[in-house]
């Protein structure tokens, strides 16, 4: 189950909970125990298979800076 971002719009704190994908109804804040919470926008992180094996992408792969690659 995926991670989600949440923030209270009661009392402003934000925090993360595991939930099933499209279950964000009803989502209590650990905090004030408000229901009043809405789901953030997270980033994420990937890699492309376009770049270089073992490289995130070529700008911060150490193989396309050294000539190795």
């Known amino acids: 189950m995926p991670i989600y971002e949440f923030t209270c719009s009661d009392c402003g704190s934000q925090f993360s909970e595991i939930r099933r994908m499209g ?3 009803g989502v209590r804040c650990p905090a004030c125990k408000s229901v009043n919470t809405k789901k953030m926008i997270s980033s994420f992180a990937s ?3 376009s770049s ?3 490289c995130p ?3 911060t792969c150490a193989h396309a800076h050294s000539g190795g690659g």
Do not use: M, N
């Open 57 to 59: 992408s070529v700008s």
């Open 52 to 54: 270089s094996p073992g």
């Open 47 to 49: 890699i492309s298979s």
């Open 23 to 25: 279950d964000d109804k």
